[in-house]
């Protein structure tokens, strides 16, 4: 079974500043997609960033970017020159893309970045 | 575009009663997957229906069904209430596996917080 795993329950950074947020899994499978999601505090998860696995090049979603280490299961989500309203908590989910796993997400447990002035 | 919208958002129930969830998805989206968050468990996957046929499963009691109507829209039910099924409950929605459009992004909607006392 595939996990996902979010070693840093909480991260701090400042205005202008940037962060790096953790996300390691662990599959036997070759074709699959990795998320980051953010939920803001009683709002709606919503998609930052998605990568295919047969992709090597790293996504990037203006300040948002990823290192993707496809070897090394590690898909770790960068925030450059952060806002006050990137404060959220934040999923790193995996999908396999087997027909049989439908669309389930497995999900990390989440970061919560807190960004300060 | 409407995004995905679920009723009620709130809801105070009892232990033993029962309880039924509504998610409209994207126009256009045909496959309905729904979630529970919890602090603790964090958030896992319930099931997924598309064409008004579950087509995969998450690991939880069979108080916990769901159906899917030819519009899209689905329910989902919980029966003999149980504290520990205080949650949020989302809805996700998607285009199919399989479909040349299909990103591999779920749609989520505000989700349905659901108190047992």
């Known amino acids: 079974a595939q996990t996902v795993t979010q070693s840093q329950p909480e991260m701090s950074v400042q205005e202008a500043e940037t962060v790096t947020l953790s996300c390691t899994y662990d599959?036997?499978?070759?074709?699959?997609?990795l998320f980051w999601y953010k939920q803001p505090p009683s709002r709606q998860m919503i998609l930052v960033i998605r990568?295919?696995?047969?992709?090597?090049q790293n996504a990037t979603e203006n300040r948002f970017s990823v290192n993707f280490q496809k070897a090394a299961k590690s898909f770790s989500l960068k925030i450059s020159d952060s806002q006050l309203g990137d404060a959220a908590m934040y999923f790193c989910?995996?999908?396999?893309?087997?027909?049989?796993?439908?669309?389930?997400?497995?999900f990390g447990k989440g970061t919560t970045l807190s960004v300060s002035s | 575009k409407a995004g995905v919208t679920q009723t009620p958002r709130y809801l105070i129930k009892t232990r033993g009663q029962q309880v039924t969830l509504s998610c409209s998805p994207i126009?256009?989206?045909?496959?309905v997957s729904w979630y529970q968050q919890t602090p603790g468990q964090g958030l896992q996957f319930l099931f997924e229906?598309?064409?008004?046929?579950?087509?995969n499963k998450g690991n939880f009691p069979g108080r916990f069904s769901g159906r899917q109507f030819s519009n899209s829209r689905s329910e989902m039910n919980v029966s003999t209430l149980e504290l520990g099924d205080s949650a949020l409950y989302l809805c996700?929605?998607?285009?199919?596996?399989?479909?040349?459009?299909?990103?591999?992004?779920?749609?989520f909607g505000e989700g349905s917080r659901l108190t047992v006392l």
């Open positions: 996700a929605s998607s285009l199919r596996q399989g479909s040349m459009l299909n990103t591999g992004e779920l749609f």
């Open positions: 599959t036997s499978e070759s074709d699959y997609y």
């Open positions: 990568q295919e696995a047969y992709k090597q």
């Open positions: 989910a995996y999908r396999s893309n087997r027909r049989q796993a439908g669309t389930a997400l497995i």
């Open positions: 126009s256009g989206h045909r496959s």
């Open positions: 229906y598309f064409s008004e046929t579950q087509r």
